[in-house]
């Protein structure tokens, strides 16, 4: 069984999930650094049977793309330039930093780890990837 990646793609940091052989549950996996993003992909994706990457894909409250969607979409070219084999896939990712916030409050995460900018990301993308996979 193959696994699926979501990304939560941002200028400094990019959060990453995965999910299980099933494809049931998202889980957070690493948040690495943007510079160094495409390196990680193919490690990670030598590593693992991933056939579907799940972009999140940032939009104003309006519809309108917002200042970070021009470089989520050459993020995405790139991905699928580079990774011709698998199914890039964009989710709207309205919402999830503040949902990601809401999680740590409510999983007892410490004070000092949630303001980790990098725990946010990582979990943002988990939710990310679990909206892709509840909307199968």
């Known amino acids: ?9 941002g200028l400094k940091r990019t959060g990453l999930a995965i999910t299980d052989a ?3 549950i998202a ?3 690493e948040t690495v650094d943007t510079a160094v993003i495409m390196d990680y992909l193919e490690k990670l994706l030598s590593k693992e049977k991933i056939e579907t990457i799940v972009v999140g ?14 470089a989520q979409q050459k993020f995405c070219e ?5 990774f011709s084999d698998k199914k890039i896939i964009r989710v709207d990712e309205m919402f999830t930093s503040k949902l990601a916030s809401q999680a740590m409050v409510m999983g007892g995460m410490k ?8 725990n946010l990301d990582k979990i943002s993308a988990a939710i990310i990837l679990q909206s892709y996979l509840d909307s199968k």
Not at 78 to 82: C, N
Request: charged content about 30%; overall charge positive.
């Open 1 to 9: 069984m193959y696994k699926a990646l979501g990304i939560d793609y």
């Open 22 to 24: 099933l494809q049931m």
């Open 27 to 29: 889980s957070p996996l």
């Open 57 to 70: 894909e940032a939009r104003h409250l309006d519809g309108n793309a917002s200042d970070i969607t021009v």
């Open 78 to 82: 790139a991905l699928q330039k580079k």
């Open 111 to 118: 004070k000092k780890e949630r303001q980790n900018k990098g």
